[in-house]
């Protein structure tokens, strides 16, 4: 019998992959779970239910088997909204051998616009090695040759680690703008689970062992919410959009527990190429929480806070600045 359009699934401890051959068309699509925090971006903007979300466990506070998703191959139609919203680019896909999105070729979704970007005239090339330590991804390195850094924007996560670490040399541009809380007196006793998972090193340990939140470097994945053992609750409830002037009903999971929380992550806005497409629209609603409007970050005022820089691995303080006395290390 011809396997020929049925979606084939593969699958083991390090990846999970769909190929899907057509006539003039061969689809492959690709889950690095080494990449995948669980997050459960994906399973929620997934418009055809696809996509499952894969809880992590834990021993003793601590993660010994990280969350991850699974896919039902029936299901998936290889649109790439999942490649679209994945923050760790954890998803990729292929048509023909080549890189592509059907949902963006043919402008049905937007990209995110998150960005990093590197002046070299603004650099102190004695903080290199700083700053390549202190990226969180991995994907910043020192090109000799050229005397200048580099980085692999098709695997950066803008989690401004950078931004710090190169005293504004770097400056990145997330794809969400929006907030993340941490509740210390509501977390589990000795569990660090959020710790663990975090892709960005937004929450980490101090040099008491202390765990703490360094909210600038968060980049609004909200896997440290499925990790929590306090776990987020939720009712559905539904929304109406119109696309094309009609009228279309769906449903959303809305948050139903937030003051009982360790952790809370909120997305409130996408920074996104134009688009208004429905399954932009169906996406968007689903992803984000209702706010009347964005609170801007300072950005100049985050470029100097000290506990910015001491979250930082091996965290120094700039030629210039000076520790003040009883200041505080989380932010």
Not at 48 to 58: D, E
Not at 67 to 92: F, L, M, Q, R, S
Not at 217 to 237: D, L, S, V
Not at 308 to 327: D, E, H, M, T, Y
Request: overall charge positive.
């Amino acid at each position: 019998m011809s396997q020929r359009g049925i979606a084939q699934k593969t699958k083991n401890e390090k990846e999970m992959t769909i190929h899907r051959g057509m006539v003039t068309r061969n689809y492959w699509m690709k889950w690095d779970f080494d990449k995948c925090v669980g997050c459960q971006i994906c399973p929620i903007a997934c418009p055809k239910g696809a996509l499952t979300h894969v809880p992590a466990v834990l021993e003793n506070g601590h993660m010994v088997n990280k969350a991850a998703v699974d896919v039902d191959e029936k299901k998936c139609v290889n649109c790439g909204i999942c490649v679209v919203t994945c923050p760790t680019h954890a998803i990729t896909m292929t048509i023909n051998g080549k890189k592509e999105v059907p949902v963006i070729e043919y402008g049905a979704y937007p990209e995110l616009t998150a960005k990093t970007t590197f002046k070299k005239q603004n650099f102190d090339f004695s903080l290199k090695d700083f700053v390549i330590e202190n990226c969180s991804a991995n994907v910043i390195w020192y090109d000799e040759k050229r005397d200048t850094m580099r980085v692999d924007f098709d695997n950066c996560i803008h989690c401004r680690q950078c931004e710090i670490a190169s005293n504004g040399a770097f400056t990145v541009e997330q794809g969400w703008a929006g907030s993340v809380e941490l509740h210390r007196e509501r977390c589990v006793e000795g569990c660090l689970a959020c710790a663990d998972i975090c892709p960005s090193r937004a929450l980490h340990l101090d040099e008491s062992g202390e765990l703490v939140l360094a909210d600038y470097y968060c980049i609004k994945c909200g896997a440290c919410m499925q990790i929590c053992p306090i776990k987020p609750e939720y009712k559905i409830e539904p929304f109406e959009f119109e696309s094309n002037g009609v009228k279309v009903l769906r449903d959303r999971e809305v948050l139903t527990n937030k003051d009982q929380l360790a952790i809370k992550v909120e997305r409130w806005r996408a920074n996104h190429t134009p688009v208004s497409s429905a399954a932009w629209i169906e996406a968007l609603r689903k992803l984000s929480d209702d706010k009347a409007k964005m609170v801007e970050i300072d950005r100049k005022r985050a470029l100097h806070r000290e506990d910015l820089i001491l979250a930082l691995r091996g965290g120094i303080l700039f030629p210039g600045q000076a520790r003040k006395p009883g200041k505080a290390r989380n932010s």
